[in-house]
């Protein structure tokens, strides 16, 4: 039985289904759930448009925040929310391995 849900998040239709999803498994199962941003750092972006960065961890942290509270709640579920810099597919790797995670949940699509 999967205990540990981490969830990369990034705000778009898909990613909203899949927390909804790990939400509700999390409550039958009285599982923990982790909630996953990260933002991808191009140097080259960055370096023309540096407040691009600031902007999008800004809106990162405020979608995750209000998801959070969304599920604290409606579902009485509480979730952890975990910030990275990099490369999504990296990060949410690497969240893996810091979390434990049994079961990555998330959408077929994203912002990226």
């Known amino acids: 039985m999967y205990q540990n849900l981490l969830v ?3 705000d ?3 990613s909203r289904a899949a927390l909804l999803e790990a939400a509700h498994w999390a409550r039958r199962h009285q599982g923990k759930l982790t909630i996953l941003h990260a933002v991808f750092f191009d140097t080259e972006e960055f ?9 999008r961890w ?3 942290q405020e979608s995750c925040s209000a998801a959070k509270a969304r599920l604290e709640t409606e579902l009485g ?3 952890q929310i975990l910030y990275r810099e990099g490369d999504p597919p990296e990060e949410v790797l690497s969240a893996v391995e810091g979390t434990g995670a049994d079961l990555i949940v ?7």
């Open 77 to 79: 579920i509480e979730a």
């Open 8 to 10: 990369p998040y990034d």
């Open 47 to 55: 370096g023309i448009a540096p407040e691009l960065r600031e902007k």
């Open 106 to 112: 998330m959408g077929t699509h994203g912002r990226r």
């Open 12 to 14: 778009s239709e898909f």
């Open 58 to 60: 800004r809106k990162g």
